[in-house]
């Protein structure tokens, strides 16, 4: 068997970061070994301790790094404690990496996995479905760019033709591979929007739906943001694919979060260049950079404490994965981690707490790796 060389940078983040990504580096390693590949990691630093160290949340140097990397492996970076001058949080990277590598999709399953107990009623299955949240534009571009006094402030949202267009083409082609909505197996891109209220959103819809004529095959929609929220703990079994603004997909994959366990159970992919239109091709372009990471923050009241759970973070890596053309290492993740929770050797609280902590779960889903039978952590019986 060839054996393949991936160079990968590894940000470890604030808080939690380290362990979560320590968690998934062993079991990467475990399915590189079954696969015969190998991960050349650079570890560079990124978030609120390189802010209060360097004075930025990350230098030229390590964001260079990140784009000559085949791939990037992230931790959640940010302390709230950690702010700016203008009071918004100084060890924050999206603004550096997504709009500084133009990764201008942010890819997040929501999927209920078995052995979990979700707070809709659903079972596993019912809720799989994918939020390809536009990256670079929307409100959020107004980062940093605040106008105002003590008396107003405005930001301003922002969408472009350019924007629209690649981030529904990448939605609908995203949908064309996937087996569709568990409800009905529907092949359908859901755009999410307020377009009876703001003049930008309305712009979006118009160029989702010439988007949509060149894709006959696949169902499109168009659902405001008020009545997405319902629905996605309604019906969440009704849809496949879901593509919208910046600020809309932030708030919705959080409510899908909630549905799934927590959004300690989501990974998200930040993905551009040459990937428009095909999300599971290789890129080892050095100008076609990508990052992987939790959906979620650095969690810092629990770092260290034996409680995070590093699920996100090892289905992160299996999102990596499969950008590295290695989709059969990706999909032995995703099967052990199934396997695991299915089996109780991992278990996770009603508060998305994992017991036994990153590393009992990481240690589960390599055993699974493995075909064996590890040993379980559980909790403590109540006298």
């Known amino acids: 068997m060839q054996h393949t060389s991936y160079p990968v940078a590894v940000i470890p983040g604030d808080g939690i970061g380290p362990e979560l990504v320590e968690a998934a580096l062993s079991v990467l390693a475990a399915v590189g070994s079954r696969h015969g ?20 949340p990350m230098t030229p140097e390590a964001i260079e790094v990140v784009r000559r990397s085949a791939a990037t492996l992230k931790g959640p970076v940010g302390l709230p404690e950690v702010r700016l001058p203008d009071g918004t949080e100084a060890g924050l990277l999206g603004g550096v990496l997504r709009n500084g590598l133009d990764l201008w999709a942010n890819v997040r399953p929501i999927k209920l996995l078995p052995g979990i107990e979700s707070r809709v009623r659903a079972e596993p299955g019912d809720i799989d479905y994918v939020i390809v949240r536009e990256n670079t534009e929307g409100l959020y571009l107004a980062r940093g760019r605040g106008v105002g006094n003590e008396r107003a402030m405005t930001d301003t949202l922002l ?9 529904a083409r990448y ?9 569709g909505a568990p409800a009905d197996g529907g092949h359908r891109v ?9 003049r930008s959103m309305f712009f979006f ?14 169902e499109a929609e168009c659902l405001y943001v008020d009545a997405a929220a319902q629905a996605l703990v309604m019906r969440p079994e009704h849809f496949d694919v879901i593509v919208t603004e910046n600020l809309f997909g932030d708030i919705l994959s959080d409510l899908g979060g909630g549905t799934v366990g927590g959004i300690a159970m989501c990974p998200s992919g930040n993905v551009g260049g040459a990937l428009r239109g095909d999300p599971a091709r290789r890129s080892s372009h050095p ?7 939790p959906i979620h923050g650095s969690a810092p009241a629990i770092a260290g404490r034996g409680l995070a759970n590093p699920l996100s973070q090892i289905l992160a890596a299996a999102m990596m994965l499969d950008h590295l053309g290695e ?16 089996a109780g050797d991992i ?36 006298p």
Do not use: M, W
């Not at 190998?38 to 560079?44: A, H, W």
């Not at 969408?159 to 981030?167: A, D, K, L, M, P």
């Not at 032995?332 to 299915?342: E, G, K």
């Open 171 to 179: 939605a609908f082609e995203l949908a064309a591979r996937r087996s």
């Open 347 to 382: 278990q996770i609280r009603r508060d998305g707490s994992a017991i036994g902590g990153p590393d009992a779960v990481s240690r589960a889903v390599v055993a699974h790796l493995r075909g064996g039978a590890p040993e379980v952590e559980r909790e403590p019986s109540t």
């Open 287 to 293: 100008a076609d950079p990508a990052y992987f990471e």
């Open 205 to 218: 819809r118009e160029v989702f739906l010439e988007v949509a004529a060149q894709y006959p095959d696949i």
């Open 327 to 342: 989709r059969a290492g990706g999909d032995d993740i995703r099967d052990a981690t199934s396997a695991a929770l299915a």
């Open 37 to 56: 590949f190998s991960l050349s990691t650079t570890t560079v630093d990124g978030g609120a301790a390189a802010y209060l160290r360097d004075g930025v």
């Open 159 to 167: 969408v472009t033709r350019h924007g629209c267009e690649r981030i």
């Open 190 to 198: 859901t755009l999410v929007d307020k377009a009876n209220v703001l």
